[in-house]
Every structure is written in C-alpha cells, then in structure tokens.
C-alpha cells in the first residue's frame, strides 16, 4: 500500500530523506509475460519524486480482483483489454470505479489489438486516464505514462488529504466549541489535536490574559490540560516549571508571537483581538508535514478565539449567578421563609432536572431562576407577610399578587434565567389538579420548571419554621407529598423526589433551616 504520509514531499528531495520514501506502487495486469517483463526492464530505474516504482503483476482480470480489495493500494495500473474474455480490462476498469469505488487511482488501457476497443469508443464510455497500443512500450512514451499518472495521482491525494484534514479540522473544533466549562474545553482541545492531523500525540494547551484583562489570571501563563506525558503540569504554571523544550518553544512564540515547529513537534502561538495568548504544543512519533501544520495551526487560532469566548461567558454567568443569588437573598431578608430557603429550593429543583435528565445547561438556569420564585413578595406589604396567623379574604388576595407581581418584574430583562425565573415566579402556586392560582392552569400545561419549583419549595416550606408555626420534619413533608400526589403536584415528580428522600435528608443535615424573616 502506498504509504500518503510520503505523498507531500516535492521533487528533488534530499538523498538521505529519499532512502526512507517508500516506492510508488504500480500494478500491470496482462495476460501476456513478455509485457510484464519489457515493462520492468524498461521503467525498473524509474523514479519520481525521489521515489522509486514497485511492480505487482496479475495475468489476469480475476486475479487483478483479488487483488484490488481495497482502495488506495495503487497509485497507477497498466491494464491490457482482451485477457480471459474480450472485454475483461474494460469490465475490471468499471469494477474499480464502480464497485470498489476507487477514483483516485490512474488507469491506462494497453491493447495489442485497437480494434477490440476503438479509442474514442473506450475514452468516451470508460473513466480512465490514457489509452496506449502494447507497440509503445519505449522508454520514454512509458516515462510519459509514468510522470502523467503518477503525478495526477500525487495531486489528488494531495487534495483528499486537505479535504481530510479540513474535515477533520472542523469536526474537532465543534467538538471544542460544545465543551460546556473551561476544563472541559481544556481536555477537549487536547483530545482534538492529534485527530486534526489524524496521528497520536502528546501536549500542551495553555494561555495568557492580557494584562488589562478583568481576572485574577492576568498575565500569567495557565496550562488549561495536558496529555498523560505532561500530566505533572499545575492548571496554572509559570514558564520555568514547564518541561525544557515546550519552555524553549513558549519562549520563542511569545517573544516574536508566531508559531514555531521542528520535525516532530509544533508549537502554535495566536494573539486575540482582545490580547490574550493562546499556546498549543504537540510533538509526534512521526514527522509532521507542512500541510499538515498549517492544519493545526488553524485549529489553535479558533481555539484561542473559543476560549477567549468561553472565559468571557463563564464570568459573564458567574456574574449572573452572584447577581440571582444576590436577589434572592434579599427577598429572602424580608420573607417569613426559613434562613437557606431560596437555596436550598435551588439544590432540589436542580437535583430534579438532573434525574430527568435535563441538559445541563437548562439545569444551571434552573438553580439560578428557582430561587427566584417569591421575588414577587417584595410587592406586598410586611403587615401581610409577616402576620402571625391566618389572613383574611382581603390580605389573602392581596397575597396571591405575589406571583404575577414577580413575573412581570423579572419579565421586563431579556435574559433567559430571568426569562425563566418569570415563568415560574408567576405558575408555581398552580396545582397538577387545575385548583391553584393565579390562572388556574392544571397538569401539563403549568411548565415543568415551575412544576418542579412549586414541588421543592412545598418541602422546604413545610421542613421550615414560620412565623405563624414551627417547622415540620422533613419525613412529614415527603409524607404530605405522598398524600398530594397527582392532586396538587405532577404525580411522577412527586415520585421522583420521594425515591430520592435519602439525598433530601442529607441536604437538610448540611444545610438545617433555620428562622428567616427580618
């Protein structure tokens, strides 16, 4: 088989590089041995490339089928029309197109008697690349032959292996791209690198924020991963406790900010328009081709992009999350709910949407929009919330207020957690069996992040003390959930949260409720 990792190499290689390069692999099928014979005695010298030729002979069409199993193997075949029947050169030449699907592969039908298979008729009806009566069998209308085909196919290849690599390329940086967190991304860069060149590797990927940027992490090297050979490295390295030669290569990138490369390894630099760093380097077992590099280079510079990108939407949510908490913590200053309560009816409405399998990115909106589900009660007066016994029809309705009060607060931001925290800030109060408020909405049609909340926030409610009554124990609770089931909470949540009741005891014994309130 013809080795393409040689394919790249131009004319007039160097001669020790050229002992290594393997022979391109030509196959002559002819029923007649004087052919095989004359053909390597007049091409045995031949080479292109710096590369010499190799012959496989076959003497007939059933044997060439035998052989040609698998695509690829072959740079050029020398094929004679009439063999075992009249027609079994031009039936092979449709095998190997249309069978084997090789396309790649130069054909040359060589016929000692024109008449069989007139030129234009052949040319015309057949995809091959020349045609030649078995008289021309010099020297130099075989050369011809040769440096044509071979070249063509070096082309081609040349082609399909930038097609490769391209889709390789892109492949790895969707795969990249769809890492959900930092450290994912890190191991996912890694995990892409090598399969951009299609060859194992080892390596590094590490970067540097600009020293104006917002983070504790400025101007300073941080490896992001690093494959088993660097596995020592800390996530965040300085320069002189990285092995030798990725120092040496780091150095060089950030001191003249360009890649560098030697004959195995790459080290890819790029700059962001923000002025972050990204570093990338990868040494291999085997040579890397110029093709090849300016693949992985490309890579790291969307690489740098994404990062850049993914820190930036990370601090953006950290910053999210802090402000939702921050909200719901000052709700909470002024709720007659327990101490930890909006919390905790995060940890629990996330729990449930991990068992139900939720993307983890609509999980993490759930933990941060649930414990938004009272913001509504800043619009109802202390008096109401904080009244020590039952409420009257008047305070009642006023109470009831709370939910559409939240939701059109929260409804006024774009942003999908608040987007979501509006919708369950106004259904949460609604019951599976349709007898809630304030629309009365009943099964399905209340949406599952608010039919998940109202679940957990009943829990918490009840496990916790109230200005009005102690708290509740928690079995208490679940028990009460076991008696609502289907009636006011969906029945297969309630029988989600119940299976998980040994979790529920072990939130309450890290985080007990305490008196809440102002």
């Not at 440096?147 to 292996?161: H, N, V």
């Not at 150095?251 to 570093?279: K, L, S």
């Not at 909405?441 to 909340?453: D, E, F, K, M």
């Amino acid at each position: 088989m013809v080795d393409d990792e040689m394919l790249f190499d131009e004319d007039g290689a160097a001669p020790a590089a050229q002992a290594l390069l393997q022979p391109w692999e030509i196959l002559v099928v002819d029923d007649e041995e004087a052919v095989h014979q004359v053909t390597r005695l007049v091409m045995g010298d031949f080479t292109f490339d710096g590369r010499p030729v190799h012959f496989t002979h076959c003497y007939s069409a059933a044997e060439a089928r035998n052989v040609l199993q698998r695509p690829g193997q072959f740079a050029l075949v020398l094929l004679d029309v009439v063999m075992e029947t009249e027609h079994a050169g031009l039936d092979l030449v449709r095998y190997i197109r249309e069978e084997l699907g090789d396309s790649m592969v130069r054909l040359v039908l060589r016929t000692g008697q024109p008449g069989q298979a007139p030129q234009a008729v052949v040319l015309h009806g057949y995809d091959i690349n020349d045609y030649r009566e078995k008289t021309e069998l010099t020297h130099a209308k075989l050369s011809a032959v040769f440096y044509a085909g071979l070249r063509a196919w070096r082309d081609l290849m040349r082609l399909e292996r930038a097609r490769a690599g391209l889709r390789r390329s892109i492949d790895a940086i969707t795969q990249v791209c769809d890492a959900d967190n930092l450290r994912q991304f890190g191991s996912a860069v890694l995990e892409q690198a090598a399969a951009v060149l299609g060859a194992q590797g080892e390596g590094v990927c590490a970067s540097r924020l600009n020293a104006y940027a917002a983070s504790q992490q400025m101007g300073r090297l941080q490896v992001l991963a690093a494959t088993s050979a660097y596995a020592g490295l800390a996530p965040q390295e300085s320069l002189d406790h990285l092995p030798p030669a990725v120092r040496e290569a780091f150095t060089r990138c950030m001191i003249e900010q360009r890649d560098h490369y030697g004959d195995t390894w790459y080290a890819c630099y790029y700059r962001t328009r923000e002025g972050n760093e990204c570093f990338l380097y990868m040494d291999f077992a085997e040579p890397v081709a110029e093709e090849r590099r300016e693949l992985l280079a490309l890579f790291a510079a969307n690489v740098a992009i994404t990062y850049e990108k993914l820190l930036q939407r990370e601090e953006l949510s950290a910053t999210q999350s802090a402000l939702v908490a921050i909200m719901g913590e000052a709700i909470e200053t002024r709720s007659p709910a327990a101490g930890g309560h909006v919390d905790r009816v995060g940890r629990i409405a996330a729990m449930l949407g991990e068992e139900l399998d939720m993307p983890p990115a609509a999980v993490r909106q759930l933990r941060q929009a649930a414990p938004l589900h009272d913001i509504g009660h800043a619009g109802v007066p202390d008096a109401i919330l904080h009244h020590p016994g039952a409420l009257d029809a008047a305070q009642w309705e006023r109470m009831r207020m709370h939910c559409d009060i939240g939701a059109d607060m929260l409804s006024r931001s774009n942003q999908p957690v608040l987007q979501l925290a509006a919708r369950i800030a106004r259904e949460h109060h609604e019951r599976w069996d349709g007898k809630g408020y304030p629309r009365r909405l009943g099964g399905a049609q209340i949406c599952l992040p608010a039919r998940i909340t109202a679940l957990a926030d009943f829990v918490d409610a009840m496990a916790s003390p109230r200005p009005w009554r102690g708290p509740h124990t928690l079995d208490e609770a679940l028990q009460a959930v076991a008696e609502d089931h289907g009636q006011r909470f969906d029945p297969a949540l309630a029988s989600l949260l119940l299976s998980r009741s040994d979790w529920l005891h072990a939130l309450y014994r890290m985080q007990p409720a305490r008196a809440g309130g102002p």
